[in-house]
């Protein structure tokens, strides 16, 4: 089997020298790899492992690490993979920023119709720079066009919502967009040693989980047996 699991968080440039990322560390994407490394043993042929730069790969000679920028590199990344070879799975916990920059200008020049040049270093002497952004392509869209077969796991995180309104989402999110699986957390329930997360099924249903380990444990579990199950059908 073939399984790629997407880590940590894009960055955007904003010139050659500054970038606004998020506050993703990768250490769930970490967690669940780590996971399917054991729980798969010798069915995994191989693992892609797509990170941002703060997330740190698993070991693994099966373990092929790419580390990308932005959503482009991100959404390039995916469709390569995907359109070439079979594969079985993707996990995409990566936190993929929403929003690029499309230009940059100053409250001066916005009254005159200028922007700045995003492709140099920005001088530190501007008081008032005015950063324009433009909405990113939803990548995980994208990921049963390119590949109709692979099972999907997708993320939602939230902030500060009940808890009926998590599953929902995450549902929602899953119907949308073809999951098999979606994983649903809140920002206030992510602490350095919890992690709380519900494993949404397309029947709604779900499965809880208290730490990183325990999701990664289940997420794993769940497209092991998956995957399994539809081999046997076929």
């Not at 206030?188 to 499965?207: M, Q, S």
């Amino acid at each position: 089997m073939k399984v790629i699991i997407t880590a940590g968080g894009t960055t955007e440039k904003i010139d050659d020298v500054r970038s606004i990322t998020n506050l993703s560390t990768g250490r769930l994407g970490n967690a669940i790899a780590k996971s399917v490394l054991r729980n798969f043993g010798e069915k995994l042929e191989k693992l892609y492992y797509i990170h941002g730069n703060r997330a740190i790969p698993p070991l693994g000679t099966n373990v092929v690490s790419i580390s990308i920028g932005g959503v482009s590199d991100l959404e390039k990344a995916l469709k390569e993979i995907l359109e070439t070879e079979k594969i079985d799975a993707v996990i995409h916990s990566m936190a993929v920023s929403d929003y690029t920059v499309k230009e940059l200008t100053t409250l001066e020049d916005i009254k005159e119709g200028k922007t700045l040049d995003a492709g140099k270093k920005i001088s530190s002497d501007i008081d008032d720079l005015v950063i324009v952004m433009k909405k990113t392509p939803k990548v995980i869209s994208s990921i049963k066009r390119w590949s109709p077969n692979t099972l999907l796991v997708g993320f939602k995180l939230l902030s500060h919502v009940p808890e009926e309104e998590l599953i929902e989402v995450g549902h929602v999110l899953l119907l949308k967009n073809g999951c098999d699986f979606v994983l649903a957390n809140d920002l206030k329930d992510i602490k350095e040693k919890t992690h709380k997360g519900f494993l949404v099924h397309p029947d709604k249903t779900y499965d809880t989980m208290d730490t990183k380990e325990e999701i990664g444990e289940t997420i794993s579990r769940r497209v092991l047996e998956t995957l399994s199950s539809n081999m046997i059908k076929e």
